[in-house]
C-alpha cells in the first residue's frame, strides 16, 4: 500500500482545491495497478534475458502499447474521479505516446 500521505502531497502540488480522502485512496488504486502491471511486463524482459533480478532497463523498456492500454483502461473507469485524477492520468497515458 503506497502512504496516503506522500499520494496526498504530490497531487497537491498540482492543485490549489482540497484533496478528499477518497480521491487520494482511488488514485493509490490507480497507482498500484499501474505499478503491477509495470512490474509483470518488466520480469517477463528480465527473465527473457535469463536474469533473476529486474533491472532499471527492464522498467525502461516495458511493452509500451501494453501498459499504456491498461492505463486507457483505468482513466475509462475514473468517470466520478475529480478532475486531478484525470489529469494526471491523462499526462500519463501522453508520455507514453
Not at 504530490?10 to 487520494?24: F, G, H, P, R, W
Not at 490507480?30 to 518488466?42: G, H
Not at 528480465?46 to 516495458?62: F, H, M, P, V
Amino acid at each position: 500500500m503506497l502512504p496516503k500521505t506522500t499520494i496526498k502531497r504530490v497531487m497537491k502540488n498540482y492543485t490549489d482545491l482540497n484533496i478528499s480522502s477518497e480521491a487520494v485512496d482511488e488514485l493509490i488504486n490507480l497507482l498500484e495497478e499501474m505499478i503491477k502491471v509495470t512490474t509483470e511486463v518488466a520480469e517477463k524482459n528480465a527473465k527473457r534475458e535469463g536474469r533473476k533480478t529486474i533491472l532499471r532497463r527492464d522498467i525502461k523498456n516495458c511493452d509500451e502499447e501494453r501498459l499504456k492500454r491498461k492505463i486507457l483502461e483505468l482513466s475509462e473507469r475514473t468517470d466520478k474521479m475529480p478532475i486531478i485524477v484525470k489529469e494526471i492520468l491523462a499526462i500519463i497515458t501522453s508520455e507514453l505516446e
